[in-house]
């Protein structure tokens, strides 16, 4: 006998891009034979509503209904108060024992589609097909007894009455109330496994059918045809130049790139990597700066769920492995002046996401409770898979320097204002290929039994199909996903730029007209904390780069102090100027000098070189650091913290002194010296108060992103007065507010390279003993302290409101802005006649130390001098 169909058309449909339209449809069916159905039913059906039934409407489902008693309803379509359902689900049990689930493609564009019986074939042998359709019964027996159903009815009944003619209510006009959908029924654990069941086993699928339909898509994509294509345009606004960003950034930005790729994409010394020996220095810094310890980028989530049905899906945790793998890299290559090409290879990538799930146990059917969270892990990769992607960056300078700063600190945004600025975006080019293909591994939560029969579903669709998607990885990248992307890039090109991109200045909300860094800068919780308006009225841009820099470039080791800094940047850096990590060296001579003298009876030669500069262990920065920290109570103070000579080898200041002394008499004295000075835990400290207006910051045009003057220029000018002081009434926009240098020891080591005296090793000697170190120290650290006074005074402070005062002149977006602006003349100072001038003093201590200096070594020259004759007189 034929069995009972249920069966219901869908039309898959995509139109606009050529590379994107599709139409399908498809049958999809259910036959059930040989089942049995038990099921107990409260049906309360007014006797009148029965009895006074005309014949007329015997075939109107809607009359039927309206016989029973209408339940009465809420304003949300549910059960008022006191009211019962006339039509109630009570018990329901099947047993089918052949249940068919069928579907065809009946008129398909896609060739995946059309081949969808080829696949659904495999199901059925690898017995995933049965598994789904027994499974089915138990999920669609929950869906029947569920609130969810019952709500659907009742809302059902409640409308009937009004569509049945022969009712006293009815109305020939009447359109149902559009009532909210009722809350998904709270799925059992069964039918929670059958949905990531067929969640995971549909997904299988789609890649299988993904490949197909690209089995004969042609790639048409050259990485120039959006250059070809602007090259034949008659009239082009004035485009960025990407070959030569050196005319606009500076010369540094076309060498820097060079750079850049030139040590991520060429092969480094390390040591400590897993090839022992060397790597891509993309992959060094990946390591340094974003692995763990097993090489694997672990990212946590807190809030993200999803709860619905009495299930909760929470996603704990995304993991990628591999990004260390890269066998080659080159980014940001301009082959044309408005294309970029970046290429880049890896040996193996992979995606783990863990997933906790929490269902409702459902041990009593009139009580539900959660049950303990399980954890679901999704995983799948790609091995030697290799990405060559070209873009089109056809930038109007125009546009894109008349956008404003404050348009782009939330980011969200950033990419929608920068593609408003575009006249043409395209990625012309996306070359994904992959010798090896992960397919989608599921691994707890499941039952035994649908574990394996997913994961020889999954098997044995990638032993059949694995060539094939290989094959189409290219098609499916080259064609389908560039241009979801082009389409994407195009629709906010298209955007009117208002929208796009809105102006920032909307009210603020510091009340004083100037920013406040501790909303700029700190979460809006931690900024509340200290007296911000915790709103985060100024974006999270700035924020989360600051974050990156803490967290990635000046967060310090917990054992011996010292930064990530300093293998990050400054050992590269100093190693690629020097040939020596943690060394900057001055090859050339600092001082060479020499005259004669005649006095008394000795004339002679004299000569001193300095030469042989360096500053070595300059990696050595350390703890306590810390920039542009906000301080409590006070919104436009910033505090900054650096320390050098942290951890076990201090930052050296060397330099090679050579003396000599030479006349005719075969006087020969050459003293060679190489002199060192040893800074140990040296700390800085400067607290900065900064008054920046808000809208000059976040009206600020990016065209003038790197004039210094611009930036100054967000600063309020003081009023000064002819002498270019600041008036007594004006408050300053800037200042150095608190400025602290300290040492923990100052060593000087002298030691002779190649000397003729030797009173010289003796004075070396002498000025390396712990009292002179402890002196030298101390006397250090009160010149320090005296020379930081003298910063943090009258004399610094005159020449940065001189600067802030006349910036607005230098900065071509103010209206104050004259391109034939000089220096501005102010008045001489008249001389006091003080007799305790500091600066006086310290230039006094000065020379009188050099002219000390200078003593000892012409004593020591002369004594030699002396005893050489005396030695001679006696031969």
């Given at each position: 006998?034929?069995?009972v ?9 995509a139109?606009g ?25 409260l ?7 029965l ?39 009570n ?6 024992e052949?249940?068919?689930?069928n579907i ?20 059925e042998d690898?017995?995933a097909m049965?598994?789904f359709?027994?499974?089915l019964?138990s999920?669609?027996?929950d ?8 709500v659907?009815?009742?809302r059902?009944i ?26 998904f029924?709270?799925l059992s ?8 069941f067929t969640?995971s086993?549909?997904l299988?699928?789609?890649v299988?059918?993904l490949?197909?339909?690209?089995r ?7 990485p120039l045809?959006g250059?070809d294509?602007?090259?034949?345009t ?8 990407l070959?030569?960003l ?18 991520l ?25 974003v692995?763990?310890?097993n ?29 260390d793998?890269?066998?080659e890299?080159?980014a ?10 970046n290429?880049?290879?890896?040996e ?7 997933v906790?799930?929490i269902t ?6 009139d009580?539900r ?9 999704l ?25 404003e ?5 939330q ?9 408003s600025s575009?006249?043409n ?6 070359a994904v ?15 035994p039994?649908?574990?394996?029969s ?36 195009s629709h ?12 920032p ?16 800068l700190l ?19 700035i924020?989360a ?7 990635n470039v ?8 010292t930064?990530?800094?300093n293998?990050?940047?400054?050992a ?10 943690g060394t ?5 001579d ?7 003298i ?7 030669n004299?000569?001193l070189?300095?030469?042989?500069g360096?500053?070595?262990n ?7 650091l810390?920039i ?11 505090s ?30 050459r ?8 800074l ?6 400067l ?9 000059s ?12 003057q611009?930036?100054l220029?967000?600063?309020p000018?003081?009023?000064l ?13 800037a ?18 390279v190649?000397c ?27 010149l ?20 802030i005062?006349?910036?607005?002149m ?13 220096a ?16 006086t003093?310290?230039i ?19 004594v030699?001098?002396i ?9």
């Amino acid at each position: 006998p034929e069995g009972v169909i249920a069966s219901t058309r869908l039309l898959l449909e995509a139109s606009g891009d050529p590379e994107l339209a599709t139409w399908n449809e498809l049958y999809i069916g259910l036959e059930i034979r040989d089942a049995a159905i038990a099921l107990g039913l409260l049906a309360r059906m007014r006797e009148s509503g029965l009895m006074s039934f005309p014949l007329e409407d015997i075939l109107n489902v809607d009359c039927w209904l309206s016989a029973f008693e209408i339940p009465e309803l809420d304003d949300n379509g549910l059960l008022a108060p006191g009211a019962s359902s006339s039509i109630r689900l009570n018990y329901l049990a099947m047993a089918i024992e052949n249940l068919n689930f069928n579907i065809t493609c009946t008129n398909c564009t896609s060739e995946g589609l059309t081949s969808l019986s080829d696949v659904t074939d495999i199901l059925e042998d690898t017995g995933a097909m049965e598994q789904f359709e027994g499974r089915l019964v138990s999920f669609a027996s929950d869906l029947l007894k569920s609130d969810f159903v019952q709500v659907l009815v009742d809302r059902l009944i409640s409308d009937s009455s009004k569509k049945c003619p022969h009712s006293s209510v009815y109305s020939q006009n009447y359109t149902a109330p559009s009532y909210a959908g009722p809350s998904f029924p709270a799925l059992s654990r069964e039918s929670v496994e059958t949905v990531v069941f067929t969640g995971s086993l549909a997904l299988d699928v789609a890649v299988v059918l993904l490949a197909m339909s690209h089995r004969n898509t042609e790639i048409d994509a050259s990485p120039l045809s959006g250059q070809d294509t602007l090259q034949v345009t008659a009239e082009l606004p004035p485009l960025l130049d990407l070959t030569a960003l050196g005319d606009i950034l500076g010369s540094w930005a076309d060498s820097g790139i060079d750079e850049l790729n030139s040590y991520l994409g060429g092969k480094q010394e390390d040591l400590s990597g897993p090839a022992g020996d060397s790597d891509l220095g993309i992959n060094i810094l990946l390591r340094s700066l974003v692995l763990d310890e097993n090489r694997v980028v672990a990212i946590q989530f807190e809030e993200l769920f999803v709860a619905e049905a009495g299930v909760e899906l929470r996603l704990n945790e995304l993991r990628i492995r591999g990004l260390d793998t890269f066998t080659e890299f080159r980014a940001l290559d301009a082959i044309a002046p408005q294309t970029l090409q970046n290429e880049f290879g890896w040996e193996h990538l992979s995606v783990e996401v863990d997933v906790s799930v929490i269902t409702s146990s459902s041990a009593a059917t009139d009580q539900r409770k959660l049950a303990p969270a399980e954890t679901l892990t999704l995983s799948f990769g790609v091995s030697d898979a290799r990405a060559s992607v070209a873009l089109l960056l056809a930038i109007d300078q125009d546009r894109l320097g008349a956008l404003e700063f404050g348009s782009l600190l939330q980011m969200s945004k950033i990419l929608p204002c920068f593609l408003s600025s575009a006249y043409n975006v395209e990625l012309t080019e996306l070359a994904v290929t992959a010798q090896q293909f992960d397919s989608l591994n599921v691994t707890g939560f499941l039952s035994p039994d649908l574990s394996d029969s997913l994961s020889n579903t999954t098997k044995t669709l990638v032993n059949e199909y694995e060539e094939l998607i290989l094959e189409a990885i290219p098609k499916v990248f080259g064609v389908s996903v560039r241009a979801l992307i082009n389409n994407w890039m195009s629709h906010y090109m298209n955007m009117d730029s208002n929208v796009a991109c809105p102006s920032p200045l909307s009210p603020r909300l510091s009340g004083s007209g100037f920013v406040d860094f501790r909303d700029l800068l700190l979460p809006a919780k931690v900024a509340r904390e200290l007296g911000g308006s915790g709103l985060s009225p100024y974006g999270d841009l700035i924020r989360a780069l600051l974050d990156i820099v803490n967290e990635n470039v000046l967060k310090t080791d917990e054992k011996d102090g010292t930064a990530k800094i300093n293998d990050l940047l400054i050992a590269p850096l100093t190693k690629s100027q020097s040939g020596e990590v943690g060394t900057l060296r001055y090859s050339g001579d600092l001082l060479n000098s020499g005259t004669s003298i005649d006095i008394g009876g000795l004339k002679a030669n004299i000569g001193l070189k300095a030469y042989n500069g360096r500053i070595e262990n300059v990696d050595s920065l350390g703890a306590p650091l810390s920039i542009l920290d906000p301080v409590e109570d006070l919104a436009h103070i910033l505090s900054n913290t650096a320390s050098f000579g942290v951890g076990s080898s201090p930052l050296r200041f060397a330099v090679t002194l050579l003396l000599f002394v030479t006349n005719d008499d075969d006087l020969q004295l050459r003293n060679e010296v190489d002199i060192a000075v040893d800074l140990s835990s040296a700390s800085v400290m400067l607290e900065a108060l900064l008054k920046v207006t808000e809208g000059s910051f976040l009206g600020f045009p990016l065209r003038d992103f790197q004039n210094l003057q611009c930036w100054l220029a967000t600063l309020p000018a003081p009023s000064l007065d002819s002498r270019g002081v600041r008036l007594p009434n004006s408050s300053p926009s800037a200042a150095m507010t608190n400025l602290a240098v300290s040492l923990a020891s100052l060593n000087l080591n002298i030691t002779c390279v190649s000397c003729s005296s030797p009173q010289m090793e003796e004075f070396a000697t002498l000025l390396s003993t712990q009292a002179a170190v402890e002196d030298l120290g101390r006397v250090s650290n009160n010149l320090l302290n005296y020379a930081t006074q003298l910063l943090g005074g009258e004399f610094l402070q005159i020449q940065i409101d001189r600067m802030i005062s006349e910036a607005p002149m230098h900065c071509p977006h103010r209206s104050e802005y004259d391109p034939s602006a000089v220096a501005l003349q102010y008045e001489a100072f008249e001389s006091p006649d003080r007799t305790d001038d500091t600066i006086t003093f310290l230039i006094t201590l000065a020379i009188v130390a050099s002219c000390m200096i200078i003593a000892v070594i012409l004593v020591l020259t002369v004594v030699k001098c002396i005893v050489t004759r005396r030695n001679r007189r006696w031969v």
